[in-house]
């Protein structure tokens, strides 16, 4: 966790500015507005339905592919708009990686579920594939569970093993920002911890972006925590001060477990 | 609020218990029609069923005569029938699924495919008559039977593999995209690979339907055979089993007529359970490495 005392030195790695969002007719986020910092994690709580998950989508714009959806207001990585042909779509997903809230390998291999990344990219060249694969399993602290096995299906793994593989697929294609969708929630508390540690390693070289409906995770991993309801961000602060002296009375009530 | 009788439901216990015995003995009884069926038909063409039925050429007046060129013919007119329905039948399935929304283009190609699918054999039959034998002048032949039946095959087909790749679970593909894959990407490397399974039993059943198909072949494959064994030529006349089985059944000019029918029917009906035998073995092998 941060310490406010200290001045932040991460430079602004997403910045969004009076955003608004639609699926269909229906507006599920309203006016938001933050910077999240490179280097960091920053952590989405809110209860559910209070459009946290929706919100973490946009930064990939993944829903974009099942679905009729609007923004507007800005929405920039390092300065770039990613929603108004700044970047291409499917570049944007290449740099902004996701974790999905439910453990989804390929019904592939171990390797070939690591090395999907990369071959979508043209890596062919066997040792280099050997390569990303082991550097991807080794950053998902995976590796020494695994590396006997890569040829074994990934839908045999446990349920923890199965996320960090998720985490390993894609770190593989070298993101700049990892967005989390509520991780752990299909897990159980061990393999919670591991995540947790994962998180802490992760961000030395990248963004985070996690959601999460449970607050204590966000209190131990994040270093900014937002809190969102009903589609608004009620305030955004140094996770510290929003666990330790928040300034809206609604915080308080929701992290003090009184309402939410 | 009253507190509801919550007693124990004997009736409801009762009828699940009845319930069960029901369906279990409707399974029993479809399982004994199959068999009685495919063991009247076995027993009756056993006898007939040598080296010398399966290998020689068939005799339009006298006994002793074979179904060699008829077998051959069967299993290569539905070899090139799929061949020709299969790009068409998985493509117009990967469009649907995948590329035409959900609005009116979607709906207007189901109607079409439904209604193809719906088409009595018998029409098509004529249809390919018109069509291929008469007007592209292909007479009664090998090539005529194949694009027609191509015609029976190609519904089917789209509908598995529609259906099949609609079955391809969401967060696989959210997968995909999140990588920074493309729709195409997508497409060939987790739908389809998941959707195979699917998709190949369908073919197989198409395979079935395609292979005990007569009326369509009678009007556009012959009721005859070439003279030489084999023949690959696509231009040569093609009767295959089930047409044999129909005409000399109905020609009458052969004396040994019901024990080559049976025979015929023998062959026809074990050629099927080693296809879908086949079947069973590959897609084992297929779910093994895509699932």
Redesign the interface.
């Given at each position: 966790m941060l310490n406010p005392q200290i001045p932040e030195t991460k430079p602004v790695k997403l910045a969004v500015r009076g955003m608004n969002f639609w699926y269909g007719e229906k507006k599920i986020l309203h006016d938001l507005s933050m910077d999240i910092h490179a280097e960091r994690a920053t952590a989405i709580i809110g209860p559910s339905g209070c459009g946290k998950s929706t919100f973490l989508k946009c930064f990939?714009r993944?829903h974009e592919?099942?679905s009729q959806v609007r923004v507007t207001g800005d929405m920039l990585m390092d300065g770039v708009d990613i929603n108004r042909g700044g970047i291409d779509q499917?570049?944007l997903?290449?740099?902004v990686?996701?974790v999905?809230q439910?453990p989804?390998?390929?019904?592939?291999s171990i390797y070939e579920n690591v090395a999907?990344?990369p071959r979508?990219?043209g890596v062919r060249d066997r040792a280099t594939l050997d390569d990303l694969v082991e550097d991807a399993l080794r950053k998902a602290a995976l590796w020494d569970e695994v590396k006997d096995r890569l040829k074994d299906s990934a839908?045999g793994m446990s349920g923890g093993q199965q996320q960090r593989l998720?985490i390993a697929?894609?770190l593989a294609?070298h993101p700049e920002v990892l967005l989390m969708d509520e991780p752990c929630s299909a897990l159980d508390p061990i393999a919670t911890s591991k995540i947790e540690e994962l998180i802490f390693e992760l961000k030395d070289s990248l963004t985070i972006v996690i959601v999460t409906h449970n607050m204590q995770q966000a209190a131990r991993v994040s270093d900014y925590t937002a809190f969102f309801w009903l589609g608004k961000m009620v305030e955004m602060d140094l996770t510290e001060r929003i666990f330790t002296t928040p300034r809206e009375r609604m915080t308080e009530d929701y992290i003090t477990g009184r309402f939410g | 609020m009253d507190t509801p009788d919550f007693k124990v439901r004997t009736r409801a216990k009762l009828a699940d218990r009845t319930m069960h015995a029901v369906l279990w003995l409707v399974a029993l009884t479809f399982v004994g029609v199959l068999l009685v069926f495919v063991g009247a038909i076995l027993k009756q063409g056993w006898p007939e069923l040598n080296l010398h039925f399966l290998t020689s050429m068939p005799k339009t007046l006298d006994a002793g005569g074979g179904i060699a060129p008829e077998l051959l013919n069967s299993l290569y007119l539905v070899a090139i029938s799929l061949i020709l329905a299969l790009p068409i039948g998985v493509g117009a399935g990967i469009y649907m699924a995948e590329y035409a929304g959900q609005g009116r283009a979607l709906r207007f190609f189901r109607l079409c495919v439904e209604t193809l699918a719906a088409t009595p054999s018998i029409v098509l039959a004529l249809f390919g008559m018109i069509l291929f034998v008469q007007m592209m002048g292909w007479s009664f032949s090998i090539r005529s039977g194949a694009f027609t039946l191509a015609l029976l095959n190609v519904p089917v087909i789209t509908r598995v593999t529609e259906e099949s790749l609609r079955a391809v679970?969401?967060?696989?593909?959210?997968?995909?995209?999140?990588?920074?894959?493309?729709k195409l990407?997508t497409i060939l490397?987790?739908a389809l690979p998941?959707a195979a399974t699917g998709i190949l039993t369908g073919v197989v059943l198409t395979a079935g339907r395609a292979f005990g198909e007569s009326a369509i072949l009678v009007f556009t494959a012959g009721t005859n055979t070439s003279d030489k064994f084999p023949d690959f030529r696509l231009s040569v006349p093609g009767e295959t089993l089930s047409v044999h089985l129909w005409y000399v059944t109905s020609d009458g000019t052969l004396p040994d007529a019901s024990q080559i029918a049976a025979g015929t029917a023998a062959v026809m009906i074990l050629v099927l359970l080693v296809l879908n035998l086949l079947v069973r073995l590959l897609d084992r092998a297929i779910r093994r490495?895509?699932?």
């Open positions: 990939n993944i592919v099942s499917v570049d997903r290449r740099r990686g996701m999905f439910k989804n390998p390929f019904p592939r999907f990344g979508l990219f839908t998720c697929r894609a294609v | 679970p969401r967060e696989l593909i959210e997968a995909s995209y999140g990588l920074g894959a493309t990407q490397k987790v998941y490495r895509t699932r």
